[in-house]
């Protein structure tokens, strides 16, 4: 099968969409489909390189931060892919790129699916001064958009239920994201861990906290560094890992709590670096409400790493409470669960293989790669 993935963001850009777009790539390469990128440059120049093809583009940062929209469109590479004449089109973004998968499909008349990655109205405070006008704009801009494409991918039963509110009419397969479980599979030892504590400023006999991901203010990383700072806890460091727009306003939230001692910004870290730095924690946490799956989660259970993070529809079945980690709904419960796996003989051990086995069960990027090729294939022989 011939499959185009069209996306505004691709390597070497760090985020949930992305790493989701190279592991279905990589899945559905060992499956022995030929697979083709189409996203934008980062810069105003096309070009083709290793069956990626960059459409120039221009940084729209004021409306989000690191946003490219294409305002033209190189017709010599679309051309290129029209000639190369794609099974199916799979969408991963609602914006420049899904136009030109519109004018690609409507040449070759092929089908567009269309995963839904983000919910844009937790992040109305980048381009709407009022979050209900700006919930109302996302619903019907949303509804606009996905009526181009004949069936829709969202990677959980919370998005799948949004998108049922924004009034979205096409079939809606809900398939999880999948990690490439073989990317956490080495283990650090305790020199390796003890070399890379002591790079980054760790105290020897500290426990850590740890969060990865995007610095960005719909993360509400303020409520775990509140909470940090209520602990009254000794040796105890939160390393935050990452990076984003929100990163000086945090900075100086640490300050203003008088943690500054306690908490550890790394900046942005390499993914083929992020395992290590998941296993120098004992605990990850997160405090946000924005995700639609939220893999930083799974990449950190995968790594043995029990969570504590704030409840969420899109964690049903990724936490488990008691088995896996917990989820919290208020600082108490934040507060009481850490003190059990920090302190409760056993647990984390428990909780730590009980993470790696769920996650070997249920999250893995080859079967996420087969369950998105049986939807491609129904897809396909409903619009023929």
């Known amino acids: 099968m011939k499959i185009l993935i069209t996306?505004?963001?691709y390597v070497p850009a760090i985020n949930g969409v992305v790493t989701s777009?190279?592991?279905?790539?990589?899945?559905?390469?060992?499956?022995?489909?030929e697979v083709r990128i189409l996203t934008l440059s980062?810069?105003?120049?096309?070009?083709?390189?290793?069956?990626?093809?960059?459409?120039?583009?221009?940084?729209?940062?004021?409306?989000?931060?690191?946003?490219?929209?294409?305002?033209?469109?190189?017709?010599?590479?679309?051309?290129?892919l029209v000639n190369?004449?794609?099974?199916?089109?799979?969408?991963?973004?609602?914006?420049?790129?899904?136009?030109?998968?519109?004018?690609?499909?409507k040449e070759v008349?092929?089908?567009?699916?269309?995963?839904?990655h983000t919910l844009y109205e937790d992040y109305t405070h980048y381009f709407s001064p009022n979050k209900k006008w700006g919930k109302k704009m996302v619903a019907i801009f949303t509804k606009q958009v996905l009526s181009h494409s004949e069936c829709v991918i969202a990677p959980t039963d919370k998005v799948r239920s949004l998108l049922v509110d924004y009034g979205v009419k096409?079939?809606?397969?809900?398939?999880?994201?999948?990690?490439?479980?073989?990317?956490?599979?080495?283990?650090?030892?305790?020199?390796?861990?003890?070399?890379?504590?002591?790079?980054?400023?760790?105290?020897?006999?500290?426990?850590?906290?740890?969060y990865v991901g995007r610095l960005a203010k719909e993360k509400n990383l303020e409520e775990i560094l509140l909470f940090f700072s209520q602990l009254n806890r000794q040796n105890i460091t939160l390393l935050i890992v990452g990076d984003g727009p929100h990163r000086a306003a945090l900075e100086e939230r640490v300050i203003d709590l008088g943690i500054s001692k306690h908490v550890i910004f790394t900046g942005m870290i390499c993914s083929q670096e992020v395992s290590s730095y998941y296993q120098l924690g004992d605990l990850f946490v997160s405090a946000s409400n924005s995700e639609t799956q939220g893999l930083t989660y799974i990449e950190a259970?995968?790594?043995?790493?029990p969570a504590l993070c704030?409840?969420?529809?899109?964690?049903?079945?990724?936490?488990?409470?008691?088995?896996?980690?917990?989820?919290?709904?208020?600082?108490?419960?934040?507060?009481?669960?850490?003190?059990?796996?920090?302190?409760?003989?056993?647990?984390?051990?428990?909780?730590?293989?009980n993470a790696r086995e769920i996650v070997k069960g249920n999250c893995s990027s080859n079967e996420f790669a087969k369950r998105v090729e049986q939807i491609y294939q129904t897809t396909i022989n409903h619009h023929h």
């Open 21 to 33: 777009i190279v592991n279905l790539q990589n899945g559905l390469q060992k499956l022995g489909h």
């Open 109 to 116: 008349d092929v089908p567009i699916i269309h995963t839904y």
């Open 84 to 105: 190369w004449y794609p099974d199916i089109i799979h969408s991963q973004c609602e914006f420049s790129t899904f136009f030109m998968a519109q004018q690609i499909a």
């Open 170 to 210: 096409q079939q809606i397969q809900v398939v999880p994201t999948g990690i490439d479980l073989e990317r956490f599979k080495i283990q650090l030892d305790d020199i390796e861990k003890e070399r890379l504590r002591s790079k980054l400023g760790i105290p020897s006999n500290d426990r850590v906290l740890i």
């Open 301 to 305: 259970l995968a790594n043995g790493i």
């Open 7 to 9: 996306t505004d963001q």
């Open 42 to 80: 980062g810069n105003r120049k096309s070009s083709y390189k290793d069956g990626v093809i960059y459409i120039g583009s221009t940084g729209v940062g004021k409306i989000y931060p690191n946003a490219r929209l294409a305002f033209s469109v190189d017709e010599e590479y679309i051309q290129e």
């Open 310 to 353: 704030r409840k969420d529809q899109c964690l049903e079945n990724v936490i488990v409470d008691g088995v896996n980690g917990w989820e919290y709904q208020s600082f108490e419960q934040f507060r009481e669960k850490l003190d059990d796996i920090l302190e409760k003989e056993g647990l984390q051990k428990r909780l730590s293989k």
